[in-house]
């Protein structure tokens, strides 16, 4: 494993993460599942909105699959986001699969609370597979809501067991696939207040 800071420890990837039987047996898991249309957040609620995200999903709660990731990963995770720690990963998993056509459009990811006051800060995604073209993860750097063109752009190209970590409040979009399947799946590094 080989931790790459792309934006210092607002975004970085973590190279080698998990092994190529490794994700095969997750997209396996994931395709057990079964997957769904993927709904996204709105002030309104959740709804399903092709145009702008038209992936899907299936999401799998995985305890001991999440204490052992961390295990992994924690030696690289920033000691303090703000005032707060790292502390575990969430263990609802969201395992995304995109076919030529899909793509999430830009977006803020939300973050994960629980009663005991943790709260997520970082979103964690392992890329399961290459072989496809397109579905890159671009982050818009000029941190505003709004994109617009000739905005600088970070993009970061899939690779089997590449994990990429970033803050929630990073305006991102996973570009359209042109050719073959992508396998995703995301949790979230949880913290409590330090």
Request: charged fraction near 25%; hydrophobic fraction near 40%.
């Amino acid at each position: 494993m080989q931790k790459e800071e792309l934006l210092g420890d607002d975004i970085f990837v973590i190279h080698n993460f998990l092994t190529a039987a490794e994700c095969e047996i997750l997209i396996g898991v994931a395709e057990a599942g079964g997957f769904e249309e993927a709904p996204i957040n709105t002030t309104f609620g959740v709804m399903i909105h092709r145009e702008f995200r038209n992936n899907t999903r299936v999401m799998i709660d995985d305890e001991p699959l999440a204490a052992g990731l961390f295990d992994r990963v924690k030696s690289l995770l920033p000691e303090r986001i703000g005032r707060w720690e790292p502390c575990g990963l969430n263990e609802r998993f969201r395992h995304y699969r995109y076919v030529a056509g899909q793509k999430f459009e830009w977006h803020f990811d939300g973050a994960f609370h629980r009663n005991n006051g943790e709260s997520s800060k970082l979103t964690f995604m392992i890329y399961l597979n290459g072989g496809f073209s397109g579905g890159n993860t671009a982050f818009n750097l000029r941190r505003s809501g709004v994109v617009r063109d000739g905005d600088p752009l970070l993009r970061v190209q899939p690779a089997a067991g590449l994990a990429l970590v970033f803050r929630h409040d990073l305006l991102h979009t996973g570009e359209v696939v042109t050719e073959g399947v992508k396998y995703v799946m995301r949790s979230d590094v949880m913290c409590r207040m330090a």
